[in-house]
């Protein structure tokens, strides 16, 4: 079956850096367009950052640009987020998606548990 596993969050000071990682299994990993959603308490979910399957091409939500780096190791089956210039507004449950479809279109069909982030003096 479809398994996506986050790990690495954390507390993190204002301006620190954390890397989240996302295990694939159950599934052609390579085939997928893969991102990372987040929803911070009392909000809906926020898309984040997607990959296509060969890592080529990135994509990016304005709050998170220029800040966060998405990547992925087809030969590990894992996804990436490396975070830095960490803000309190980042504060959120990160979670791994797969994509339904081919393209970057926001519909996702696998979700993973999620990894909390939380951005703290």
């Known amino acids: 079956q479809v398994q996506l596993v986050e790990s690495g969050g954390g507390l993190v000071q204002p301006g620190g850096s954390l890397r989240l990682s996302c295990a694939a299994s159950?599934?052609?990993?390579?085939?997928?367009?893969v991102s990372w959603v987040r929803q911070a308490p009392g909000k809906g979910p926020e898309w984040v950052s997607s990959?296509?399957?060969?890592?080529?091409?990135?994509r990016y939500a304005d709050s998170v640009k220029g800040r966060f780096t998405i990547s992925r190791d087809n030969t590990k089956n894992t996804l990436y987020l490396q975070m830095n210039s960490l803000k309190p507004e980042d504060t959120a449950l990160y979670s791994c998606?797969?994509?339904?479809?081919?393209?970057?279109?926001?519909?996702?069909?696998?979700w993973g548990q999620g990894t909390q982030v939380t951005v703290s003096s």
């Open positions: 998606v797969r994509a339904r479809n081919s393209d970057f279109s926001p519909e996702y069909d696998y």
């Open positions: 990959v296509n399957p060969g890592g080529s091409t990135t």
């Open positions: 159950g599934f052609t990993f390579s085939s997928y367009v």
